[in-house]
């Protein structure tokens, strides 16, 4: 083999060694690709997966976030309110840092001679709880309350130990009553809660003062009484507004709950507490000694908010433990307790599923309930009632600093806690309800189901959850338990709803009530025309004003709950009433206040008689002043002891104004106020309130002269006739030539004795 043809075969091999190595390459760069590809997919499925955990994470947050603003059902609203609430609830250890001074002051308060364990509150709050919710949670329980995040932000602040009574009012009034108020009115507003209700169109929690408490403190000198502890009130279909009970707050570090489960004890409190001398020596005496007094002390100031404003049901709480009172209509010297401490009654772990009756919030709603169908006690029970009570006249803080803190802080024996029964009763709707979520799982792996139309337990009918209300078929049979009468759902309401029931008469024209100041002719323009005149040919009235003003004043002092009605209308230093006089129907206006302001409706009385010439013009028409035997109580703190009687003025002009042109009401304002002024008097707080317009005379009317200057009256000089002396003073001694006349031998008697 030639040269040329070994080069060739050469050249070929290097070409094979080429190519070989090009498809080397080109099998190397296809791993490669392929490498390449199986990473990118591996990291396409890496970012797949990503997306995927992260949609998941979206979407569980996005269910989250759903959850936390959805509105809740009334169950998950009652045990949400519970756990951020009341779970959380802390009072403060550390001494330092409370506040001292005693939990109440019982000096001269009306105290219960008996304390009784409320046996048959359990099933009492259960029956109308059991009512509620069943109005609330119907065809399966739609969200109507707060959603949870609204609850958790708030539940946040409640974090901070409590250190006094003004931390535990802040506390309460949002953990509990603010929370109460949602479910009444998610209540009020079905229609199928009318009977629970029981007409209520509304309920508050407030803690005020009353205006005229307010005054107090300008008119004795005396520094202004602190403000009163919040009161539950509700408003009735026609807007009046009564109270419902009553709701006091002991700071918990004073009043600890070892002290209430040793104290709350049947006792007789005037022989074991009130009049109690010697002191026990031994420790364990002397801690259920202090144990006694204390939580007498506190059921003491409750007790007496109950007896003045007529109340069946009171409160009061610690925040940790709560405890609720009853009087029963017929024996108002015995108080009936209940203790709870929601944080401790509320088990986690109850095999029977959450206790739902048993938080801060379904106890007090269920006592709302209760209290709704009680009756307001009349004035005369109220009289009655403090017959029979005793007061207790003691120191009681300067006590309560006697008392060492290592004592203060040491257990009673028999102070530890008892867990309530649970269930109260086992055909509770809750219960029931619970059931039947668990067997409707179960039926969807094939169990039984449980039909909700196959018993009248989860019916949603309200009735059979509801308190007995006694009629008069079964009242006899019944046997009376320990706190029973005739309080219940579907009760008729008596007191201050009787009250309002009593057909009213209308006011006295002022043309009738000058006719009758001056024993002049009746007039027929007065709706109580017909009843003024008991003998057939009356002309001119038969009785004189003096004779009405002190039959009015006897009438008063007889029966406060008859003829006398309050109007629901008051400013700084009085409230009004009408009252009718019963012999001869005379119907007008009575403005009442409290001994510390007497003197300003004196005052006023005073005013009047120098305003006596424009009284029906320019003023209404001043009757008298009279002092009352025994107090009216009238709201929370507020008893009515004396009152000033006029005539009826009028509509407000703050509150509207009348059908006429406003430069003819500018110039009849202008026109009284002239009038007031030529007479010496400097009104003193003239604005819109205290003016009147007057339908029947066309005018407006100033009142309200409690503040009034009186200027003093220049004499002329020289004699003249009675026609050249003032108005006033014409009038003055005619007015008093009337009274001569109808009363000749008591003139110089300004009260004289009722018979």
Not at 107 to 121: G, I, M, S, V, Y
Not at 178 to 202: F, I, K, P, Y
């Amino acid at each position: 083999m030639d040269e040329s043809e070994v080069e060739k075969l050469r050249a070929a091999l290097r070409a094979a060694e080429r190519r070989a190595d090009t498809a080397e390459q080109r099998a190397d760069s296809a791993e490669q690709r392929v490498d390449t590809a199986e990473q990118r997919a591996d990291t396409e499925r890496q970012r797949a997966d990503t997306e995927r955990q992260r949609a998941n994470t979206e979407r569980q947050r996005a269910d989250t976030a759903e959850q936390q603003i959805a509105k809740t059902s009334f169950p998950q609203f009652i045990q949400l309110c519970h756990e951020q609430f009341t779970v959380p609830l802390r009072v403060e250890s550390n001494l330092a840092l409370t506040t001292i001074g005693s939990i109440t002051k019982p000096q001269a308060k009306k105290h219960p001679t008996n304390l009784r364990p409320w046996e048959d509150f359990p099933h009492m709050h259960q029956r109308v709880f059991d009512a509620a919710y069943n109005v609330l949670c119907k065809d399966g329980g739609r969200p109507l309350f707060p959603p949870r995040i609204a609850l958790e932000v708030f539940g946040n602040l409640c974090g901070h130990p409590l250190t006094s009574e003004k931390d535990l009012e802040s506390y309460d009034r949002f953990a509990v009553g603010m929370q109460v108020q949602e479910v009444l009115r998610q209540l009020l507003s079905s229609g199928d809660a009318q009977h629970l209700v029981n007409g209520c169109a509304g309920v508050e929690f407030s803690n005020y003062l009353n205006a005229l408490q307010q005054g107090q403190a300008g008119a004795s000198g005396r520094p202004r009484p602190s403000a009163i502890d919040p009161a539950c009130v509700f408003r009735d279909s026609d807007g009046k507004r009564s109270l419902l009970l009553v709701r006091e707050y002991k700071a918990a570090h004073k009043l600890s709950p070892e002290h209430l489960r040793a104290g709350l004890r049947p006792m007789d409190v005037r022989d074991e507490v009130v009049q109690r001398t010697t002191i026990p020596n031994d420790p364990a005496g002397k801690i259920q000694y202090h144990a006694d007094r204390l939580v007498a002390a506190a059921v003491t100031q409750t007790f007496e908010y109950m007896i003045d404003n007529g109340l069946e049901y009171g409160s009061f709480t610690t925040g940790v433990a709560e405890v609720y009172l009853r009087v029963l209509e017929d024996d108002p010297a015995t108080v009936y307790y209940y203790l709870t401490e929601p944080q401790l009654d509320v088990v986690p772990t109850d095999p029977n599923g959450f206790r739902y009756p048993f938080t801060a919030v379904s106890r007090l709603l269920g006592f709302c309930l209760m209290a709704m169908h009680s009756p307001v006690r009349s004035q005369s029970w109220r009289q009655s009632a403090l017959k029979k009570l005793h007061l207790w006249v003691e120191d009681f803080e300067e006590i309560l600093r006697q008392i060492p803190d290592d004592e203060r802080h040491q257990s009673p024996h028999g102070s530890e806690y008892s867990s309530p029964q649970y269930p109260v009763d086992p055909r509770s709707p809750s219960l029931l309800r619970k059931r039947k979520l668990i067997l409707e799982r179960d039926d969807e792996h094939g169990a039984a189901s449980f039909r909700s139309d196959s018993s009248s337990e989860d019916s949603g009918d309200t009735t059979s959850a509801m308190p007995e209300t006694p009629t008069r078929g079964t009242t006899a049979k019944r046997k009376r338990t320990s706190t029973d009468n005739s309080s219940g759902l579907g009760a008729t309401l008596s007191g201050a709803s009787r009250q309002q029931q009593q057909q009213t008469r209308p006011y006295c024209t002022m043309k009738c009530l000058v006719g009758l100041r001056l024993r002049r002719s009746l007039d027929p323009a007065c709706p109580n025309y017909a009843q003024h005149r008991l003998l057939p040919n009356t002309v001119v009235h038969e009785i004189g004003l003096n004779d009405l003003v002190d039959r009015v004043r006897c009438q008063l002092n007889a029966d406060m709950d008859h003829n006398c009605d309050p109007l629901g209308i008051q400013g700084a230093r009085g409230v009004l009433f009408r009252v009718t006089e019963v012999s001869h129907g005379y119907t007008f206006v009575a403005k009442g206040t409290i001994d510390e302001l007497r003197q300003h409706l004196r005052h006023e009385g005073q005013v009047y008689q120098r305003l006596l010439p424009i009284q029906g013009s320019a003023t209404p028409v001043y009757l008298g002043n009279i002092d009352l035997d025994h107090p009216y109580f009238y709201d929370v703190g507020v008893k009515i002891v004396h009152m000033v009687l006029m005539s009826w003025g009028g509509f407000s002009l703050y509150e509207r104004s009348p059908a006429i042109d406003g430069s003819l009401l500018e110039r009849e304002k202008q026109r009284s106020m002239r009038e007031v002024s030529q007479l010496l008097v400097v009104h003193g707080d003239l604005r819109l309130p205290n003016m009147l317009w007057n339908d029947e005379a066309q005018r407006v009317l100033l009142i309200d002269f409690e503040r009034a200057h009186l200027q003093p009256q220049k004499r002329k000089k020289g004699h003249h006739s009675d026609s050249e002396i003032s108005p006033l003073r014409g009038l003055e001694r005619q007015r008093r030539r009337d009274f001569a006349a109808d009363h000749p031998l008591r003139l110089m008697q300004s009260t004289p004795p009722c018979t």
